[in-house]
């Protein structure tokens, strides 16, 4: 192993740890509030199966910033979170300037606009937390698995007003399709509702609320591409309500693989560079 990156997230901790040629192994752990060197050294090794061994670890979010410059005389490089996210615009490989959508706990959004420093932008705080939280609550369940197997079988115009129910048609240049109300239905007792649906509808509260919330920011700062990260994104018909957000190009969204982990990744790319000018070499941590 020759670097390592750890993304303390508010729902997730992410670890990823690279190998010679770019080898890598992912892994995600139970968040951590108040990170130590001794959370560090746990979670590489971990990941790593044996002793604390990496050259270097990056380490973004959280409260990442009050960890220590070294653990076991191994250097730490802080990354600041919006650098970390910016990255994945590159990693992605789309044009910019590009804003990158966090699905985490949260939606934060930074805008990647290279060579100048990454700007962060309006957040909401509808994300996965919010997913996870309400199907606790109306699902009576916070299993990832369970909640998409049960999206797979719903339907969420039994829970969702559109355009079309309201209005009796499409208002350009929003389609019929479009959601007007998210659980508007549900106001008017017109239908029967099962655990299925609402948890379809949930998936398309938080998908569509934070890809409009980027949309909205699209105009204002000449982006050119939108790009997704974030566990959320695993969570089964996601993508499936994201890319049915009326009035979004399909082409115009990207999602990296693995897109959970790319904060960790983009946090490891900068951090390379980083070490490598401190260290004076070029051939670490490819």
């Given at each position: 192993?020759?670097c390592a ?5 508010g729902?997730v901790?992410?670890?990823v ?12 752990f139970s968040?951590?509030?108040r ?16 002793e604390?061994?990496p050259?270097f ?16 005389g191994r ?6 979170e919006?650098?970390a996210?910016?990255?994945a615009?590159e990693?992605?490989?789309v ?5 990158v ?5 949260g939606?934060g959004?930074?805008?990647a ?6 700007l962060?932008l309006?957040?909401?705080?509808v994300?996965g ?7 606790r609550?109306?699902l009576?369940?916070d299993?990832?698995?369970?909640i998409?197997?049960l999206?797979?079988?719903?339907d ?17 240049p929003?389609?019929?399709d479009a959601?007007?109300?998210h659980?508007?239905?549900l106001?008017?007792?017109d239908?029967s509702t099962r655990r299925e ?14 890809l409009r919330?980027a949309?909205?920011?699209v105009?204002?700062h000449?982006?050119?591409a939108?790009?997704?990260v974030?566990?959320?994104l695993d ?7 994201i890319r049915?957000t009326?009035?979004?190009e399909e082409?115009f ?9 790319a904060?960790?990744r983009?946090?490891?790319d900068?951090?390379?560079?980083r ?7 070029e051939g670490?941590?490819?």
């Amino acid at each position: 192993m020759d670097c390592a990156a750890i993304d303390f997230g508010g729902s997730v901790t992410d670890v990823v740890l690279r190998g010679k040629g770019g080898r890598e192994t992912l892994r995600a752990f139970s968040p951590v509030d108040r990170p130590t060197g001794n959370d560090v050294r746990r979670l590489v090794r971990a990941v790593a199966g044996g002793e604390f061994v990496p050259r270097f670890v990056a380490v973004t979010g959280g409260r990442s910033g009050t960890l220590p410059a070294r653990v076991d005389g191994r250097l730490l490089v802080a990354v600041e979170e919006a650098t970390a996210t910016a990255a994945a615009a590159e990693r992605a490989a789309v044009a910019t300037p590009a804003i990158v959508v966090s699905l985490g706990t949260g939606t934060g959004m930074v805008l990647a606009r290279p060579p100048e420093k990454p700007l962060r932008l309006i957040g909401s705080g509808v994300g996965g937390g919010t997913l996870i939280g309400l199907s606790r609550l109306l699902l009576g369940t916070d299993d990832v698995q369970e909640i998409g197997a049960l999206v797979r079988r719903g339907d969420p115009a039994r829970c969702d007003l559109t355009v079309g129910d309201i209005v009796g048609g499409g208002v350009v240049p929003v389609g019929a399709d479009a959601t007007a109300s998210h659980f508007g239905r549900l106001t008017r007792r017109d239908g029967s509702t099962r655990r299925e649906d609402v948890a379809a509808a949930l998936i398309r509260l938080v998908g569509q609320t934070a890809l409009r919330l980027a949309v909205d920011s699209v105009l204002a700062h000449q982006v050119r591409a939108v790009v997704l990260v974030g566990h959320v994104l695993d969570v089964p018909g996601f993508r499936e309500a994201i890319r049915a957000t009326p009035g979004v190009e399909e082409s115009f969204v990207h999602m990296p693989g693995e897109p959970g982990f790319a904060v960790a990744r983009g946090a490891l790319d900068v951090a390379r560079v980083r070490y490598a000018d401190l260290a004076g070499s070029e051939g670490v941590c490819h």
